[in-house]
């Protein structure tokens, strides 16, 4: 019985590391090409090989996002229900979590733009703020799960937003397509390994 108890801890272990791995990965093409369309937009990007239009650039942007948003809600609302106890509700509420931060901070900016927010610095702080708190969600999932790699990630994420803004627009769409992207696959391709697993044993 202690054994087929142990296997079946390792068992969901395994899945739930199989879903974050995944979500990285799809987080990690959202921000590729999200931002890599919005580094080649025609007015506000710096892409000195290629330009796109704007009318592209920006709804290509926004759905990728808005796809990555999604999965994040059903990989941790999934992931609440491998959980045990208390955990379960912990993990269910991390997932839904995401909805709630991310619809409070697009409201934000959309009545910081209606009070007068200019183009400029609107090209600053809307991929800063959303990019600070996935960094930020990272870092509580990390202290949900037990997971260093991923406040290790929460980390990379913040950081990356303070660089991108001193460095200013449009040059941080190329540091967020790059960067960011370089950090959630490596820590996938770790998780993928078996190398950083996502979740502890007892969680699972």
Known sequence: MVALMREQ????RAQLDR????LLVVWALAWCVGFFALWSAENVGGNPAFRIPEQVAWPLFGGLMLAGIVWSIMTGVLAGRDF???SQLAGMLYGWSWSVAMTGAGLFTFGLQRAGLTGEMSALLYPGLFIILVGTLYLTGAALERSPGMFALGIVMIATVVVATWVG????????????PSALATVAVLQARGILPTVSEELA
């Open 9 to 12: 801890r390792r068992a969901t």
């Open 19 to 22: 879903r974050f791995t995944i």
């Open 169 to 180: 627009s449009p040059t941080h769409y190329l540091l967020y397509a790059t960067v960011g």
């Open 84 to 86: 045990r106890g208390s």
